[in-house]
């Protein structure tokens, strides 16, 4: 065999397992960045059902807590910036402001016993409880499709070739700033 054609061969392999690594790791990218997607859909899923209960919650609250309406303003716009944001960072930042306006919402509904013993104002509290109590497993998972996405795009040779390919980060759903802080109850 001539020399050339030796060396042709030899550079052909190289470049067949250069193409075969560069597929798998496309394929196992494209694999976890779907994850990653899924993940935030069921987030999104919790998320809504939330946002589509809380207008009857806060109804529900009018009518015993008229005068509390700094904090009905304010969960009714955190609601309406969730409603609005488009960008998953945006839908995070959105979704930290509601559940802050709604845990204020909590702790004025402590002030009113009647309320807490209105039958369509409990079933709305477990609801939103249940609901609250999704988003968090949502978010968990969530964050742990990420973080196992994130590390795939960060190792060698993957990062290589997810820099190439156009792979980026995706963000976590972090806590809110303060949440590490018990919501202060006064009566």
Known sequence: MKKGTKNLLIIGAILLVVVLMLR????????????VNAAWAQVENQLQRRFDLIPNLVNTVKGYAEHEKEVLTAV??????????????????????????LGRLLVVMENYPNLKAD???????????????????????????????????????????????????????????????APEVKF
């Open 24 to 35: 798998n790791v496309n394929n196992n990218l494209v694999v976890l960045d779907e994850a």
């Open 76 to 101: 009714t716009n955190a609601r309406s910036r969730v409603g609005s944001a488009e960008s998953i960072p945006d839908k995070i930042d959105a979704n930290r402001q509601l559940t802050s306006a």
């Open 119 to 181: 039958q369509s104002f409990l079933a709305l509290q477990s609801q939103l409880e249940g609901t609250e109590n999704r988003i968090s497993v949502e978010r968990r998972r969530y964050n742990e499709a990420t973080r196992a996405y994130n590390t795939a795009i960060r190792r060698f040779p993957s990062s290589i070739f997810a820099n190439i390919l156009g792979f980026q980060r995706k963000p976590f759903f972090e806590a809110a700033e303060g949440a590490d802080k």
